[in-house]
């Protein structure tokens, strides 16, 4: 009697479990993720399509859409496959599209460090601010601070190059340079 109660309890479990979709049925799994590589103070993470904040975890994947805000003094690391960025305090940055070839992140406040280890021709990575948008254009180091309150963002390149593009904008900025973005309709360039 045991051995046919046992074995009508397996059927049953082995339907219930045939009968649960998995997640790749329902849905594809993120072609590319980052990750938060490192921590250092108060900072929050909020998942894509969500509406709350939450404390950021250390090696938490982030995919598209995803935000993260370091507080006042805190500092953060987020990688993406050879892209390393360095969040600094009160930073509002935003995982705006990841895909394989393509890394889109929105600054909307703050100070980020890319560094860029190894960008292939078929690659992007683009960051977008108020005041325009900057598309790394070879391996390499920048520094990009947002200051909403002015309508200006600041891009440095330490080495590399970046194309700058907007309403009425198109520059390229080489290795050594800085120019600040004034504005957010019709942005001007100032070296």
Known sequence: MKTTKLGLVAAA?????????????????????????????????????????????????????????????????????????????????????????????????GSIHVRVFNLNSDETVEVDTPSGAIMIGASGDYRINVYPDQQASLVVVNSGWVQLAGPGLNQEVDQGEAVQLYGTDNPEVGL
Not at 35 to 50: D, H
Not at 54 to 61: G, H, I, K
Not at 75 to 101: E, H, M, Y
């Open 13 to 109: 479990l082995a339907a219930a479990l045939l009968a649960v979709p998995t997640f790749a049925q329902d849905q594809d799994p993120p072609g590319i993720a980052a990750r938060v590589a490192f921590l250092s103070g108060v900072v929050s993470l909020e998942a894509g399509g969500a509406d709350d904040w939450s404390s950021a975890p250390l090696n938490y994947p982030m995919v598209s859409g995803d935000r993260i805000f370091t507080g006042d003094g805190a500092r953060a690391a987020v990688q993406c496959g050879s892209t390393d960025i360095r969040l600094w305090g009160d930073t509002d940055a935003t995982l705006t599209n990841l895909t394989d070839g393509y890394q889109q992140i929105g600054l909307s406040q």
